[in-house]
């Protein structure tokens, strides 16, 4: 496990070069905020989360599967991990941040675009009400 990456994963690089070819501008997992977010929007008041399938247990998705072995362990820590980004997002949800969740899963080709525009929508159209 020492060798799983948590930042700088291939679906974070995919939505930060989206993102910066919009001309947004952003920080990397800012430790002033409750769980080092992946993508923070100051300007527009928005956080993106890019979660990996297996580890925040994306029910329904063909990338979630608990492993045969040591399966005990491993639905405990994708519980606790759930656990977590719970408390994580309400943390910031009261802080006044409105959160967006890309899951790895809709990073792939049928749906990329989709989920990308998407993204940038949320950043920039619904801002626009402030």
Known sequence: MSRIR???TQPEL???KFLFSKGLRYKLH???LPGKPDIVLPRYKKIIL?????????EGCRYFVIPKTRTEWWVSKIRRN???????IDALQKMGWSIKIIWECEL????KEKTLNETFE???I???GN
């Open 82 to 88: 759930k656990e977590t980004d719970l408390k994580t």
């Open 30 to 32: 800012d430790n002033n």
């Open 108 to 111: 792939n080709s049928p749906v």
């Open 126 to 128: 619904e801002n626009s």
């Open 14 to 16: 995919i939505v930060r």
């Open 6 to 8: 948590g930042k700088n």
């Open 122 to 124: 949320f950043i920039t």
């Open 50 to 58: 890019i979660h990996g399938c297996f580890w925040h247990g994306h």
